[in-house]
Each structure stands twice: as structure tokens, then as C-alpha cells.
């Protein structure tokens, strides 16, 4: 128990084990120049571990501890790749998971939004180059017991090029090109982030690398 007003935390010794029913469905379509993988889930949760407020006793503070909820998750993912004239591949990717807290009928906190990517590449087994738009939507489904905060969406590019012969591999990229502020759907509830401050991700940075494969 701290004597201030920093976060403290609670342990809960009567947690039960989550126990997890879920059920899941795949398909994937291939044909001379392209593939599709696609995957959905339904998870019911008995006596799922989230976070929760609680107060310390011998201080009055709020602090953070866990308990059991009945829960729910269900989603899918879905990843495909098109060949086309020229050396050239289309890529791309999407993947959405929605939780509920069924005891409080409210979103379970620390659900990522639906995110993905998409991507042009360029490749003749010896030198490469691609572009990629990594992407998340918005994401206001949130704890209002924690306060988690929403996030903002957000899309950044990124570029990369490089060659292979033999067993070696080189390769140099940027990342965030643009040099754009975001932030991903973290845990805003646990350090090092419990303060409830918002850290971003990297902005635009230039990165090589020399590899050799035995």
C-alpha cells in the first residue's frame, strides 16, 4: 500500500482459472496467381481475468487489482496475395477482434481496433522493393470503469528495398516515411503506462540490414 496518490495494486487470491469454449472457421481460395485465407472465432469465457478499481483500505487511495467476469470475444483475419504482370504482388491483410464483458455489459478493456495493411511489391529473386500502408481504425470501445481512453486511427507508409544472391540478403528501408504522430491501442491501464500517459510510436527512421543464411 503507497501513502500517496501513486497507483497502487491489489492481488486477488480468489481468482478462478478462465476457462475457454471457442469455436473457429478457415477457409483459403488459391488459384495460378493468387490466394485468400480468411478465419472467424467466437470465444465464450467462463470467469475471464480483467482489470478492475478498488480501493485501499488502510489509505482510501484507488489502486488496481483483477477479478472474474464472464466475457465474450469473437473475430476474424483475413490475408491474401495477388501476382500480376511485371513482377509485381499485391498484398494485404485485416484483423478485427471485439470483447464484451457480459457481467457489466460494457466493452473489455484492451481490445485492439480493426488494423491492417496493405502492400506493392516488387520481386525477381534477386532485388526487391516494396511500399506498405500499415493502418489501424479508431478505437472507442473502451473500460469506462478504468477510464481507458480512446485512440485515434491512424495510417502510416512504409518503404523498403534491397537484393538476395546466394545465401546473403541486403536490404534498406524507411519506416513512417512521413514522420506521422501516432498511437497504437496499448494498455494504458499497466506500467509502464499506468499513469494514464499517452507514449507514441516511432516517427520516420532508416534502417539497413546484412543477413547470411547456412
Known amino acids: 500500500n503507497r501513502a500517496s496518490m501513486a497507483a497502487s495494486w491489489l492481488g486477488n487470491p480468489n481468482l478462478e482459472s478462465t476457462l475457454n469454449r471457442q469455436i473457429d472457421f478457415g477457409a483459403k481460395v488459391t488459384g495460378e496467381s493468387f490466394f485468400l485465407n480468411a478465419s472467424v472465432f467466437y470465444s465464450s469465457l467462463q470467469d475471464y481475468i480483467t482489470l478492475t478499481n478498488d480501493i485501499v483500505v488502510s489509505t482510501g487511495f484507488t489502486a488496481k487489482t483483477y477479478q472474474n467476469v464472464e466475457a465474450s470475444l469473437w473475430g ?42 496493405l502492400s506493392v511489391r516488387w520481386d525477381n529473386d534477386t532485388f526487391f522493393a516494396e511500399i506498405t500502408e500499415r493502418f489501424a481504425a479508431g478505437q472507442d470501445r473502451v473500460d469506462p470503469d478504468l477510464d481507458e481512453d480512446t485512440t485515434p486511427g491512424w495510417a502510416v507508409t512504409d518503404a523498403k528495398a534491397g537484393a538476395n544472391w546466394d545465401q546473403w540478403s541486403l536490404a534498406a528501408g524507411v519506416n513512417n516515411i512521413f514522420d506521422i504522430t501516432y498511437l497504437t491501442h496499448l494498455s494504458y491501464q499497466r506500467d509502464p503506462f499506468a499513469s494514464g500517459v499517452k507514449v507514441p510510436e516511432v516517427g520516420a527512421f532508416v534502417y539497413t540490414t546484412l543477413s547470411y543464411n547456412f
Do not use: F, H, T
Open 76 to 117: 476474424g483475419e483475413l490475408n491474401s496475395q495477388l501476382a500480376m504482370p511485371m513482377d509485381l504482388y499485391l498484398r494485404g491483410s485485416l484483423a478485427y477482434v471485439r470483447g464484451e464483458n457480459e457481467d457489466k455489459n460494457q466493452p473489455l478493456s484492451e481490445i485492439s481496433p480493426l488494423n491492417g495493411s
